[in-house]
């Protein structure tokens, strides 16, 4: 079955101490990886797309990576206003009879103390 | 800006009567997707259209319903909201449901049920 879990479920950073989000996934077969902020109370904001293993995005003081069963994001450096809800997502390859399922997981709540 | 847009904001109703949320769009994307989304859980997908194409998830409840009048606009409606449909319902687009898969969400409607 395919699933997305996310690790630290929680994770409470002092502002300026980097740290990373962990996101593994079992698919049939990977399309693509999805990672979004979330804010309380509104919806998810995307942030990257990741394709291939090996693969790198960077915007800020964010950098996502893919290897063949996780992403990571890493946070380098954080202030308070980064604090926020990561989710990622990933979008498996339908079969002949369906289309392709994006699979959110969790979520890591973070949030950086000035 | 293009743009997701969702309303109401905050959404309330009493047990049993029924409610409609809206959402349009400015990004002419083809695909609009309904999530609903619980405290501190991942986006839970309900249904999805395809341009004209409706797309059910199998364990959406028959509670749920969907409405896709035109390109920019997409409804969704609960026909006899019960106190467990209490939740934040997200809607999103993409530009395809194979590639640029990546979705973009509107603001959320907060449904609290009394």
């Known amino acids: 079955e395919d699933q997305v879990t996310q690790s630290p479920e929680a994770l409470r950073l002092q502002e300026g101490e980097s740290s990373s989000l962990n996101c593994s996934y079992t698919v049939s077969g990977l399309r693509g990886l999805f990672w979004y902020r979330q804010d309380p109370g509104k919806g998810p904001e995307f942030l990257f797309t990741l394709y291939s293993a090996g693969e790198e995005k960077e915007k800020e003081r964010l950098k996502a990576t893919l290897t063949k069963k996780e992403s990571f994001l890493h946070i380098t450096a954080p202030k308070p206003e980064d604090s926020a809800t990561y989710l990622c997502?990933?979008?498996?390859?339908?079969?002949?009879?369906?289309?392709?399922?994006?699979?959110f997981g969790p979520g890591t709540s973070l949030s950086v103390i000035p | 800006d293009a743009m997701v847009i969702q309303n109401p904001r905050y959404q309330v109703t009493q047990f049993g009567k029924p409610v409609t949320l809206s959402c349009s769009q400015t990004?002419?994307?083809?695909?609009m997707y309904w999530y609903q989304q619980k405290s501190s859980q991942a986006p839970k997908l309900l249904f999805h259209?395809?341009?004209?194409?409706?797309?059910n998830e199998a364990d959406t409840p028959d509670n749920f319903q969907s409405r896709r009048p035109n390109t920019s606009f997409c409804f969704l409606d609960i026909r006899s909201p019960g106190l467990g449909d209490a939740a934040m319902y997200l809607c999103?687009?993409?530009?395809?449901?194979?590639?640029?898969?990546?979705?973009?969400f509107g603001p959320g409607t907060r449904l609290t049920v009394l």
């Open positions: 990004l002419n994307h083809n695909v």
């Open positions: 997502a990933v979008q498996a390859y339908g079969d002949v009879t369906s289309y392709d399922k994006v699979i």
């Open positions: 999103a687009t993409s530009r395809g449901r194979t590639s640029h898969n990546e979705q973009f």
């Open positions: 259209y395809y341009d004209k194409d409706f797309n």
